[in-house]
């Protein structure tokens, strides 16, 4: 097993770009979130999906986009780059029956 | 609002000493604490983690504490060894299938020879 796979792993981004941070996982688990990771701030809640067609906010949802068509893939899409999207960003699935969360090795985006 | 307060923010030990890192929660519907480890260029990865019918566990060198009435976890490393030297991540959540970690803002631990 993959686990949680993200790609791509760097990205350099100009301020009004967009862009799609891909995220899989071949666990089969409904519950897939985004985090990003920011130095002092530890991991904030961006946007969650709790089965295929279903999405819902984080914490810090502005500026990003989710969608859900399967249950293996939840892609996370900056629309209009902003250099406070400069962060690293982590893809987790969850296991329903003990909550655990599994996280992919991250993405690093710098936005100048 | 913060809702997991971590502290401290950085902690340095010798091998074979016993670093505590402490977290306080507001929301009193919380009723899951995992520790998260993390590797430079590497995600979190589950430690440990408690309920709060229980006031500790154990598994391996790492303890978890348990206060309910204060709002408090904490976590202890025992024997601790270079090995350990991570960022270490408190999180709390409430129950059901859209549950959301909170996370604390993380402790970097050097365990030193």
């Known amino acids: 097993n993959a686990g949680v796979t993200q790609t791509p792993k760097f990205q350099v981004l100009k301020t009004g770009q967009s862009m799609t941070l891909q995220c899989a996982q071949d666990m089969n688990h409904e519950y897939m979130s985004w985090y990003r990771q920011d130095p002092g701030m530890g991991l904030r809640l961006i946007h969650y999906?709790?089965?295929?067609?279903?999405?819902d906010q984080g914490e810090v949802p502005n500026g990003y986009n989710v969608s859900r068509s399967t249950t293996e893939d939840f892609p996370l899409r900056l629309l209009s780059a902003a250099p406070s999207q400069t962060s690293v960003y982590f893809c987790?699935?969850?296991?329903?029956?003990?909550?655990?969360?599994?996280f992919g090795s991250g993405t690093q985006l710098s936005v100048l | 609002q913060q809702q997991v307060k971590q502290s401290p923010q950085s902690l340095i030990v010798q091998k074979g000493g016993i670093p505590i890192i402490n977290c306080a929660y507001e929301n009193t519907a919380f009723d899951y604490f995992p520790w998260y480890q993390q590797f430079p260029g590497k995600g979190p990865a589950l430690l440990i983690a408690?309920?709060?019918?229980?006031s500790e566990k154990k598994e391996g060198r790492f303890t978890i504490s348990f206060n309910k009435s204060a709002k408090q976890f904490s976590l202890h490393i025992m024997d601790s060894q270079p090995g350990d030297s991570a960022t270490y991540f408190c999180?709390?959540?409430?129950?059901?299938?859209?549950?959301?970690?909170?996370f604390g803002t993380g402790t970097r631990l050097q365990v030193t020879l």
């Open positions: 999906s709790v089965g295929a067609g279903i999405t």
């Open positions: 987790a699935s969850k296991e329903t029956v003990n909550e655990k969360l599994f």
């Open positions: 408690i309920r709060p019918d229980v």
């Open positions: 999180a709390a959540s409430a129950s059901g299938t859209a549950s959301k970690l909170t």
